[in-house]
């Protein structure tokens, strides 16, 4: 596609139950990261994928959150044994180039978890 | 560490005014720099970047921003600012060994 799309845009799910979260970027785009952005808040880093190796996912809340990419393509966020604190708009981003690139990121519309 | 920091939670400006949203950074060797923009219920769009040469980046809807190295800041400007222009303003940075990061991010409000 054109753009970097995620889905769900939303998903409400119960406390305890396990999420996961899907990211098609930009075709030929190399470098994938995830951010998650809380309400009011600003973009706090979760994982950076270079091709279909993460050498930074120092930004992981918990060992709870696990990521994964595939195919140098599309890339899932799993969050198990969801919490409230969980709840927040994930946004996940593509560029051509990753880690130390000059490259633009392009994000998606993101997706927004609400756990109830 | 990499860190990058936006000190005013909001910005208030009347049309047609000039504007300036602040960023300041810390990141090892040179650094490449981008300002986004979050208007509301839409993703983040890409304003502008400072990766090398003449400090004055523009970029668009008008926005340009200034490369300052040593006062390690890169601010957002625009000479005349429009009721459109609100939203949700956030500068980046990233190096050759550091990830891209984002700042808490400004809201920019221009009253007609």
């Known amino acids: 596609g054109a753009g970097v799309s995620q889905s769900p845009s939303n998903k409400v799910t119960e406390k305890g139950k396990d999420v996961e979260l899907r990211c098609d970027p930009i075709s030929g785009h190399t470098a994938l990261y995830w951010y998650r952005q809380r309400l009011g808040q600003g973009l706090e880093f979760l994982i950076y994928?270079?091709?279909?190796?993460?050498?930074?996912k120092s930004g992981l809340p918990s060992d709870r959150f696990s990521a994964e990419r595939t195919g140098e393509s599309v890339s899932t966020l799993t969050i198990q044994r969801t919490q409230q604190e969980d709840s927040a708009v994930y946004l996940c981003?593509?560029?051509?180039?990753?880690?130390?690139?000059?490259?633009?990121?392009?994000f998606g519309q993101g997706t927004r978890l609400t756990v109830v | 560490a990499q860190s990058v920091a936006q000190p005013e939670d909001q910005v208030n400006v009347a049309e047609g005014n000039p504007l300036t949203v602040k960023c300041t950074y810390s990141?090892?060797?040179?650094?490449?720099l981008f300002w986004y923009v979050q208007y509301p219920n839409r993703g983040l769009q890409f304003l502008l970047k400072?990766?090398?040469?003449?400090?004055l980046v523009k970029g668009s809807y008008g926005f340009e921003a200034e490369f300052n190295k040593s006062q390690t800041s890169f601010h957002l400007k625009k000479p005349s600012a429009l009721v459109s222009d609100s939203a949700l303003y956030f500068c980046?940075?990233?190096?050759?060994?550091?990830?891209?990061?984002f700042g808490t991010g400004t809201r920019l409000q221009v009253f007609p």
């Open positions: 994928f270079q091709g279909n190796s993460a050498p930074d």
């Open positions: 400072y990766i090398t040469g003449d400090n």
């Open positions: 981003a593509s560029s051509l180039e990753g880690w130390g690139g000059n490259t633009e990121a392009f």
């Open positions: 990141v090892s060797g040179n650094p490449y």
């Open positions: 980046a940075v990233s190096g050759l060994t550091d990830k891209l990061i």
